[in-house]
C-alpha cells in the first residue's frame, strides 16, 4: 500500500506537525492532510505506516459525526461542497487518496490536551505508584496497573509544539485558559469520553484513555483535530482485558513496546521499524476502523 510521509500541496503550508500538514485555503478553512507519519515519546519516526493517515481520518470524521448532538465540531456543514476540490488535490500528487484529506473551520484552538482517562495505565500509571495521585486526584491505595476507575477522570496537559506534553491539574488548567472555559472543556471532554466507551464496548473495545481538542468558532466551543483515534486514545481488546498487567493493544504501544525492548533512548532521530512491526500496527489500525465502524 502507498504511503504519504509528507504532502506538497500548491497551497500556502502553515505548519507540518507530527503527523497532520495544515494549509491554508481561505480566511474561513484549513485544508489538513492526515499523513502516514507516525511519532513515539514525540519523536516522528523514518517509517511510516501504510494507510495509517487514511484511518485516523475516517475515525475521527465517523466521531464527530456521531457526537455532533453533543458538540459542535470543525466539519463544513456541507463537506460535499469541497469535494470537487479534494479530488484535484488527490489528482496533484501522488499516494495521496481522498481519506487522507479534510477540510475544517478554522477554529482558535485552547492550548490545553483535554485527556480523559477511564483506566490507570500510561504516565497516570506511574504517577499513581509514586505517591497515589494522578494530576491532582487522591486514588485508592492498592490499585493494580491497568485497572478500571471508578469514574473517568479529566486529567489535562500542556500542549508542546516540540517535546513533551507535561500533565497538569484541573487548577492549573484553569490558570491557562479561565475558570470557566476549563469547566466547559471537561465536562465535554467527560462527556464525549464515556459516549464513545459505551459505544466502544458493545462492540468489544476498551477504550482506557483518549485526549480531545477544542477550540472557539463562531463563538462556541467547538471539537477539533482527531477524535478517539489509535493516535490519541488507548484501545484494548475487551476479551483479553485483565488488570494487573499491560494490555494488548490496537493502537501505536505495539510500536512504543518495541522501542522500549530494543532500548532506545527516546532522542531523535527514531530508529528504523522492522517490517514486522509496521504490519503488526498498520493491521491494528485498519482492525480497529472495522470493527468501531461497522
Known amino acids: 500500500m502507498p504511503t504519504i510521509s509528507e504532502s506538497h500541496l500548491n497551497l500556502k503550508l502553515l505548519r507540518r506537525g507530527k503527523v497532520r500538514d495544515v494549509y491554508e485555503l481561505d480566511s474561513q478553512y484549513l485544508v489538513v492532510v492526515t499523513s502516514d507519519r507516525l511519532s513515539a515519546f514525540d519523536v516522528v519516526l523514518p517509517t511510516p505506516i501504510p494507510g495509517k493517515g487514511a484511518v485516523l481520518n475516517r475515525l475521527t470524521r465517523f466521531w464527530m459525526k456521531r457526537f455532533s448532538g453533543i458538540i459542535k465540531n470543525h466539519l463544513p456543514q456541507h463537506r460535499e461542497q469541497f469535494d470537487p476540490l479534494i479530488q484535484d488535490l488527490v489528482n496533484s500528487e501522488d499516494d495521496?487518496?481522498?481519506?487522507?484529506?479534510?477540510?475544517?473551520?478554522?477554529?482558535?484552538?485552547?492550548?490545553?490536551e483535554c485527556v480523559v482517562r477511564g483506566y490507570l495505565a500510561g504516565s497516570g500509571w506511574k504517577d499513581y505508584q509514586k505517591d497515589g495521585?494522578?494530576?491532582?486526584?487522591?486514588?485508592?491505595?492498592?490499585?493494580?496497573?491497568?485497572?478500571?476507575?471508578?469514574?473517568?477522570l479529566f486529567t489535562p496537559s500542556t500542549k508542546a509544539m516540540e517535546g513533551h506534553d507535561e500533565n497538569i491539574t484541573v487548577e492549573q488548567a484553569a490558570n491557562i485558559v479561565g475558570k470557566d472555559a476549563a469547566g466547559k472543556l471537561a465536562e465535554a471532554s467527560l462527556a464525549l469520553y464515556k459516549a464513545g466507551r459505551?459505544?466502544?464496548?458493545?462492540?468489544?473495545?476498551?477504550?482506557?484513555?483518549?485526549?480531545?481538542?477544542?477550540?472557539?468558532?463562531?463563538?462556541?466551543?467547538?471539537?477539533?483535530?482527531?477524535?478517539?483515534?489509535?493516535?490519541?486514545?488507548?484501545f484494548?481488546?475487551?476479551?483479553?482485558?485483565?488488570?494487573?498487567?499491560?494490555?494488548?493493544?490496537?493502537?501505536?504501544?505495539?510500536?512504543?513496546?518495541?522501542?522500549?525492548?530494543?532500548?532506545?533512548?527516546?532522542?531523535?532521530?527514531?530508529?528504523?521499524?522492522?517490517?514486522?512491526?509496521?504490519?503488526?500496527?498498520?493491521?491494528?489500525?485498519?482492525?480497529?476502523?472495522?470493527?468501531?465502524?461497522?
Open 236 to 294: 484494548w481488546p475487551a476479551d483479553r482485558y485483565e488488570a494487573g498487567r499491560d494490555q494488548t493493544s490496537f493502537d501505536k504501544q505495539i510500536v512504543r513496546n518495541y522501542l522500549i525492548d530494543i532500548g532506545w533512548d527516546k532522542t531523535p532521530p527514531g530508529p528504523r521499524l522492522p517490517f514486522m512491526i509496521i504490519e503488526k500496527t498498520a493491521q491494528a489500525y485498519r482492525e480497529i476502523l472495522e470493527r468501531l465502524t461497522r
Open 96 to 112: 495521496l487518496s481522498v481519506d487522507h484529506i479534510e477540510v475544517v473551520r478554522k477554529a482558535e484552538v485552547f492550548p490545553i
Open 198 to 234: 459505551d459505544y466502544a464496548r458493545e462492540r468489544g473495545i476498551i477504550i482506557a484513555d483518549t485526549k480531545f481538542e477544542f477550540g472557539m468558532i463562531d463563538g462556541e466551543i467547538a471539537l477539533v483535530d482527531e477524535v478517539l483515534t489509535p493516535d490519541s486514545s488507548r
Open 133 to 152: 495521585v494522578v494530576c491532582g486526584y487522591k486514588l485508592p491505595d492498592g490499585l493494580l496497573q491497568c485497572a478500571e476507575l471508578a469514574e473517568p
